[in-house]
């Protein structure tokens, strides 16, 4: 990696990780006190409704941020142009959710959605207001700025959703917390960036573009589409009670997720993309990153799948006991997300697109397999699908990298296999001696996970004891 983009990579990791623990801190305190307030009906119901809030979003954007991020060089007439053809867009968007609100209520067969979507549909507008300047920011690897816009926004939005639970506004406390968010965070980017959208717009610039966006706009609606398919058939099948407790178990995940497939996801685009012309520091880039996503996600995960009922039944109370096996098996997805991430952008920032969607169409047919389970057999074996998809797509890409890079695949497995070993083996263990105590077995694991991996000298490794050298060196000069 060259100099200055390693300098720059690493300070963005660093902010990022650092900024989501912050992020995530604020979030499982807001989470706490919201859990406590409200019902797992409310949650189903929020869960329901931020669905198609949650598509939209692909729809605003169009893959065009991807573009500029992706472009060597991008003038001032390409993102004024991005930016109004992403507030047409959204405006559009919002129009026709909001008119479309009683009918997705009658698809849920619960009428309630129907007002609470129509009050959310303002955040497409607002969100649109803010995605040239969250590109110009990731382009220039500015996570600082990022990570506190992101802090600002969960802070803020969390407040005033505690204020109006405590108020007795329900579900609508919810409604609350995600307009204030989207609001904040969109005010901050503004301020961060020194860029103005100016009143030039050519169409010929969204043309050149399009090339590149339109493959990634494709692949994230239908990577959005089935991230929410989860929700939208828990929600369909069965009840929001139980799209509530699903929702919960999702949820913790999804907060872990932040410091392992998202962080790494976030920096190592723009990182990959300024090394897309050099095939050897591209190689051994993407190498390094891979391998300590590998071995800290499982460093992270381990102790929390064995103190998970715990975790939840302290943390929310005795009514989210039901979430517990749901989150311990979702948990277990998070093991191939981090790779899978780092795979997608790697091609990504070759300028792949077109290759990234095809595998894209091939991913979501795998991640519709669970639907089945989960209609003929219920939540938790459908759970378990959700897993089983999610590995059987980190072997596919797996084996587009030996095809197309001539990386090997048994190698690729063994990267992956040989940090979660200690994992696996507790995890049988805990099967066959379920009154072992869940204290001792998360700290055993942790503690001989850690000197596995010391005696491996793994990159996981390796890169932590960096990370702690340089602070101490600097703490003591």
């Keep these: 990696m060259e100099k200055g983009t390693n300098s720059k990579a690493k300070s963005a990791i660093i902010w990022n990780i650092s900024g989501s623990f912050l992020r995530q801190v604020v979030i499982l305190a807001i989470s706490i006190i919201l859990a406590r307030l409200l019902n797992p009906v409310e949650f189903g119901i929020i869960g329901m409704s931020m669905v198609f809030i949650a598509?939209?979003?692909?729809?605003?954007?169009?893959?065009?941020?991807?573009?500029?991020?992706?472009?060597?060089?991008?003038?001032?007439?390409?993102?004024?142009?991005?930016?109004?053809?992403?507030?047409?867009?959204?405006?559009i968007l919002s129009i026709l959710l909001f008119f479309s609100a009683p009918y997705i209520a009658i698809f849920y067969d619960e009428p309630r959605v129907a007002n609470i979507l129509m009050l959310l549909t303002i955040i497409p507008p607002i969100a649109a207001l803010g995605k040239v300047q969250a590109a110009i920011l990731t382009k220039n690897l500015d996570f600082k700025s990022l990570t506190i816009r992101n802090f600002l926004a969960t802070l803020c939005g969390g407040i005033l959703g505690v204020i109006a639970a405590f108020s007795d506004y329900g579900v609508y406390s919810l409604v609350i917390q995600q307009i204030t968010m989207v609001t904040v965070a969109t005010v901050a980017l503004w301020y961060a960036t020194g860029w103005r959208p100016k009143f030039e717009y050519s169409f010929d610039e969204i043309k050149k573009l399009l090339n590149f966006s339109s493959y990634v706009f494709?692949?994230?609606?239908?990577?959005?589409?089935?991230?929410?398919?989860?929700?939208?058939?828990?929600g369909k099948v069965f009840s929001p009670t139980v799209l509530g407790f699903y929702s919960r178990g999702e949820s913790l995940k999804t907060q872990i997720q932040v410091y392992t497939t998202n962080s790494i996801s976030?920096?190592?685009?723009?990182?990959?993309?300024?090394?897309?012309?050099?095939?050897?520091?591209?190689?051994?880039?993407?190498?390094?990153?891979?391998?300590?996503?590998t071995g800290t996600v499982v460093t992270l995960i381990g102790p929390i799948y064995f103190l998970s009922y715990h975790i939840i039944i302290f943390l929310f109370g005795q009514k989210w006991e039901p979430s517990v096996i749901i989150f311990q098996i979702l948990l277990l997805s998070i093991l191939t997300g981090p790779q899978g991430a780092v795979m997608s952008q790697g091609i990504l920032a070759k300028g792949q697109s077109k290759l990234r969607f095809?595998?894209?169409?091939?991913?979501?047919?795998?991640?519709?397999?669970?639907?089945?389970?989960?209609?003929?057999?219920?939540?938790?074996?459908?759970?378990?699908?959700?897993?089983?998809?999610?590995?059987?797509?980190?072997?596919?890409?797996?084996?587009?990298?030996?095809?197309?890079?001539?990386?090997?695949?048994l190698t690729q497995i063994k990267n992956l296999f040989i940090p979660n070993l200690i994992f696996i083996v507790f995890i049988v263990i805990d099967s066959f001696y379920t009154d072992l105590n869940d204290i001792v077995l998360a700290c055993s694991f942790l503690f001989i996970h850690i000197v596995y991996l010391i005696i491996l000298k793994h990159e996981s490794y390796l890169f932590v004891r960096g990370i702690i050298y340089k602070y101490l060196k600097k703490k003591n000069s």
Excluded: C, H
């Design 218 to 234: 494709f692949d994230a609606l239908l990577r959005q589409i089935f991230l929410k398919i989860d929700t939208l058939f828990v």
């Design 358 to 409: 095809k595998l894209g169409l091939v991913q979501r047919l795998l991640k519709l397999t669970p639907i089945l389970l989960g209609l003929y057999f219920g939540i938790i074996l459908f759970t378990w699908g959700m897993v089983i998809a999610s590995l059987l797509v980190v072997l596919l890409f797996f084996g587009v990298y030996q095809y197309y890079y001539k990386v090997s695949f």
């Design 266 to 293: 976030k920096v190592i685009f723009p990182v990959l993309s300024q090394l897309q012309d050099n095939d050897e520091e591209f190689n051994k880039t993407y190498f390094k990153v891979f391998n300590i996503a």
């Design 55 to 91: 598509i939209s979003e692909v729809f605003i954007d169009v893959g065009f941020t991807s573009g500029i991020i992706q472009q060597k060089e991008t003038n001032d007439i390409t993102l004024s142009s991005v930016f109004y053809t992403n507030m047409i867009i959204s405006v």
